[in-house]
């Protein structure tokens, strides 16, 4: 900032005022004023130099203070580091251009084999090398002029404190001279202004005495006789007069054109003729006499803006002009001349406005010219289309045809007529826009034929669309018109339910817009709008942008929802093109899915939503689309439509119909490659409705048969289950990422099922009549078939051992597909183990007497046609198993031994004794066989004839033959009781109420 400027008092060096940058008083020694009084160097203030002699008065503290600071100027300073930004940023954006100019330019094929190592290499001198070397080196060198500023800035910035001092002394100075020029333009200005307050002197001599006596003695008198004054009843009944006379004239001998034989009307003493949109024209008669002339009385012009007829120089001109012309070429010629007046002033208006539209509303956007006395006004100067104009100007409207043209003469014909040519692109077009002349607006006029412009270039493109994309397409538009603003003339195209895309044409410029707006709109605008050869693929473009932005909506709906977009598939632009046409593709893996060898692309194209399940294959490490298989999305779901708008319900839907055809593929191919047959049928959801017209609802399935798949025979034997299978996909677990599947089928017999329909199971649900539904679960991709024969298989198990059970009065009181808890002896409970692949397994209660032969029943169940045998082998072996139950709950008790279900040792060490159960069958009657086992016998004393008694007696169910006793089936329990008391007293360990034995191994 520079310090406050002191004036200099007397010009000496550093007198009064800042001295590098410092304040000083002023140095006054020696100096005087018309006074006597001398400075001694002292402050006092009685030596300050006095003007006109008064040295010993006191100075004015006014003159010693120093001026007002000069402004410091702050405005419109910018950073030079800013500065510094936006030039790199600016070089940034060019080289961005230039490299895309550059990837544009197509290589030219190198003669003689020579590759494109050397294209750009220092040997080519091709036209398309130097090109671009000659815009690399634009570019450079007009980079380099902006740093070399940018340099030249950054200098001057480190003297930017004295820079700003000398500005703002800049600033002062010419602050000072504007007031300077300001006082000098006021004081002449006040000069002219007094000019006019001088005025001649006045004759007061005159003046007094036309006010005292009314005259002048000086002025003549011409004593003329004024005219009696007329009356009202007079000036009326002139009228009448005049207007019979005009009746008279005007139908009897004047000869007047067509166009004004009933365009008049005759009052108040006054003939008024009348052209619409034009004039009218007051004229009358002061004479009798036929061939008297016509004068002019008054003229309105109909149209606006109008010029002004008040009493003036142009209403005397027009006056004088009209009665010159009625007085050689009577009323026709005046109506001519005022009709061609007419014409020519509205196309003269009509240029005015056009000319200050030019200048400001429409400045670039129009260019106004005289083209042989027409109005010619140019509109969207800078269309890529080509130039189209509006030419107003006026035609004499004579006919081209000589016999039309002696009748347009011979009748008088005004025919002249503003005419209005209209050239659009090039090409001069007739047109209908409709142009007022009667209220002359040329904003308007220029609205309404870029409007008619905008209107037949939007008609155009949206046939050319519907031509292209045909009639099936999902692609609409519907055409909006307006007659006086182009901008409302707009051509909406809709992808199905997509938002739609507004398209129109600016109303300034003439270019295509598009709303609402993106990325790609911007792009696709930028293109349209290049060039000529654009705008005419504009048609081929424009379907392209809104499948690619109904693609950009449908994927960023795609990752909302949770879908993952896959790239880098190893897809060239040819197999791509092959596979999918034209359009982009995308496509897309479930969140739920992630190992899955299956993904799903969609390509949007004007015929809608297409969308894919794409197979992928392992090669060499990467994987890559095998085949593409389209969806049939309105097939499996009948409300679906492809163009609707990708929503959550939409994409939901997609992924549900994925999964399914998925499913449906890969147990299609592996039931072809089972041999066993298969087709796609619709069956309905519900049952119709009697007297409802409308059909439900179907969903496919895949019917197939059972035989075949299970590897029996065409008609299987009793139980079994119908031929015909029929499996649907149920939906999609999202948690563990597997899919839902159910089979339908049937099991014959109804009626025998009994036990069965009361099975407790998620995975299976039956009804009375044999129908049931398995419902399992498969991984993502993957043939539900393995689990599925499995499922069935383990439902015709179940069947059997219930009918197994039923056969041998055994309850059943729980029952699912993996296992089976029945009842049996009043207490005694057994669970069967079902495992859908695998052994059956046998769970037993340890209260169970069947504990120590559960391994051996198991094995029953494994063996074919085993379930009878478990049975019966279960029930048979109850008593006895249980006999050996209680002989071992004492302290004393004897080693049991089980060899298999039909032979049992029993061993007493204290006794050295031991005895072998066998069972013998024959047909269906069991019996058992109690025997000493064989070896060292001994002296046994009592205990041997007791032990000989025995074998002699008979006991309920059972009776001693020589050495062994024969039980029967339910005998065995009494007998095995009473071997056992019988050698508990000799072994000293006597049942004596409720004990407990040690535990006894059961030993195989």
Request: hydrophobic residues 35%; aromatic residues 6%.
């Amino acid at each position: 900032m520079p310090g406050r400027l002191i004036m200099e008092q007397n010009g000496a060096d550093g007198a009064g005022g800042v001295l590098n940058g410092k304040h000083h008083a002023p140095d006054l020694k020696g100096i005087y004023t018309n006074g006597d009084t001398k400075y001694d160097g002292s402050n006092d203030s009685r030596y300050y130099p006095t003007p006109n002699g008064g040295g010993s008065g006191p100075h004015s503290a006014a003159l010693l203070e120093p001026p007002p600071e000069i402004p410091h100027i702050t405005e419109n300073y910018q950073h030079l580091g800013k500065l510094i930004a936006r030039v790199a940023q600016e070089c940034f954006n060019d080289l961005h251009d230039v490299i895309e100019k550059l990837s544009e330019i197509p290589l030219q094929p190198m003669a003689n084999g020579v590759g494109h190592g050397a294209v750009n290499g220092v040997g080519n001198a091709s036209h398309t090398n130097v090109l671009k070397k000659t815009m690399l080196m634009d570019f450079a060198n007009r980079q380099r002029e902006k740093f070399i500023k940018l340099l030249v800035l950054s200098q001057w910035s480190q003297q930017a404190k004295d820079i700003s001092q000398l500005i703002d002394l800049n600033a002062w100075c010419a602050t000072q001279l504007q007031h300077f020029n300001e006082c000098m333009d006021r004081l002449g200005q006040l000069k002219i202004d007094l000019h006019t307050f001088k005025l001649p002197g006045p004759d007061i001599k005159t003046a007094l005495e036309v006010l005292s006596t009314g005259t002048a003695s000086w002025m003549p008198s011409l004593n003329y006789t004024p005219p009696p004054p007329l009356t009202p009843q007079k000036m009326l009944k002139t009228l009448k007069e005049l207007n019979v006379l005009l009746h008279l004239r005007l139908n009897l001998y004047e000869d007047l054109p067509i166009c004004l034989r009933t365009a008049y009307t005759i009052a108040s003493g006054r003939a008024t003729f009348s052209l619409p949109g034009e004039f009218e024209l007051d004229v009358s008669i002061f004479d009798e006499s036929p061939d008297a002339q016509f004068f002019f009385i008054d003229l309105r012009f109909l149209f606006s803006p109008a010029p002004e007829l008040s009493d003036g120089p142009l209403r005397e001109v027009i006056e004088g002009r009209v009665n010159g012309i009625l007085a050689t070429k009577g009323l026709h010629g005046a109506c001519d001349f005022l009709h061609d007046f007419a014409l020519t002033h509205k196309v003269a208006e009509l240029r005015s406005q056009a000319q200050a539209l030019a200048e400001r509303e429409y400045a670039g956007a129009i260019s106004v010219h005289d083209v042989h006395r027409e109005l010619v006004v140019q509109y969207w100067t800078n269309s890529p289309r080509g130039l189209s104009w509006i030419e107003i100007g006026v035609s004499s409207g004579k006919s081209s045809d000589p016999r039309r043209r002696a009748e347009q003469e011979k009748e008088k014909e005004i025919t002249s007529h503003v005419h209005i040519r209209w050239t659009r692109d090039g090409q001069e077009t007739p047109h209908k826009v409709p142009v007022d002349l009667v209220d002359l607006d040329m904003e308007r006029i220029i609205k309404s034929f870029c409007s008619a412009h905008s209107h037949t270039l939007l008609d155009e493109m949206n046939q050319s669309i519907g031509g292209h994309v045909g009639e099936k397409s999902a692609i609409t538009g519907a055409l909006k018109s307006s007659e006086y603003e182009p901008q409302d003339n707009q051509l909406r195209l809709q992808f199905g339910s997509y938002p739609p895309v507004a398209v129109f044409l600016e109303p300034f410029t003439g270019r295509i817009a598009m709303s609402p707006g993106s990325s790609v709109v911007a792009r696709l605008v930028k293109d349209l709008n290049a060039n000529k050869t654009n705008w005419k693929e504009a048609h081929l473009r424009l379907p392209r942008a809104l499948c690619f932005l109904a693609q950009q909506g449908l994927e960023r709906q795609a990752e909302r929802v949770g879908w993952k977009t896959v790239r880098n598939l190893g897809l060239t632009p040819e197999k791509s093109k092959n596979a999918f046409g034209d359009y982009y593709t995308c496509f897309f893996r479930f969140p739920d899915t992630p190992d899955a060898n299956w993904l799903i692309g969609d390509t949007v194209s004007p015929q809608g939503v297409e969308w894919r399940a794409v197979k992928l294959a392992n090669r060499d490490g990467v994987l890559s689309p095998e085949t593409y298989h389209p969806l049939p999305l309105s097939g499996m779901f009948q409300d679906f439509d492809p163009s609707r708008p990708a929503d959550q319900d939409a994409l939901q839907t997609v992924k549900l119909c994925s999964a399914r055809w998925i499913l449906y593929h890969q147990l299609t191919q592996d039931l072809h490659q089972s041999g066993v047959k298969c087709a796609l049928r619709f069956m309905p959801v519900c049952e119709p409705v009697p007297g409802n017209p409308t059909p439900p609802d179907t969903i496919p399935v895949i019917a197939f048969g059972a035989s075949t798949l299970l590897g029996s025979p065409t008609k299987p034997p009793s139980p079994s289950i119908a031929d015909m299978l029929m499996l649907t996909f149920a939906g999609q677990d999202m948690e563990v990422g597997s899919i839902k599947v159910a089979v339908r089928g049937a099991l014959p017999s109804p009626d025998k099922l009994g036990a069965l329909l009361e099975i407790h199971d998620s995975a299976l649900a039956l009804d009375p009549k044999g129908a049931f539904q398995i419902t399992l679960r498969t991984p993502f991709g993957t043939s539900p078939l393995a689990p599925l024969v499995q499922h069935i298989q383990s439902l015709l198990r179940l069947r059997l051992l219930v009918d197994v059970l039923k056969q041998h009065d055994l309850e059943p009181t729980s029952l699912s597909l993996t296992h089976l808890t029945f009842t049996y002896s009043t207490s005694l409970t057994a669970t069967l183990h079902l495992p859908p692949s695998g052994p059956i397994s046998l769970s037993l209660p340890p209260s169970n007497p069947h504990s120590r032969i559960r391994h051996l029943l198991s094995c029953y169940l494994n063996e074919p046609d085993g379930g009878p045998r478990f049975a019966r082998a279960l029930l048979v072996s109850l008593p006895l198993v249980r006999a050996l139950d209680k002989i071992s709950t004492r302290r004393l008790a004897p080693e049991i031994h089980v060899r298999s279900i039909d032979v049992y040792r029993i061993i007493y060490p204290a006794l050295a004794f031991g005895v072998s159960i066998q069972a013998r069958r024959s047909r269906d009657d069991v019996s058992w066989v109690i025997a000493e086992s064989p070896g060292a016998r001994g002296e046994r004393g009592a205990f041997g004839r007791a032990l000989e008694g025995h074998f002699r007696d008979v006991g309920e169910g059972w009776r001693g033959v020589d050495s062994v006793v024969l039980a029967t089936e339910r005998g065995v329990e009494r007998a095995v009781v009473d071997l056992d008391r019988l050698v508990s007293r000799f072994s000293g360990d006597e049942v004596k109420g409720e004990e407990v034995g040690r535990e006894v191994i059961t030993l195989d």
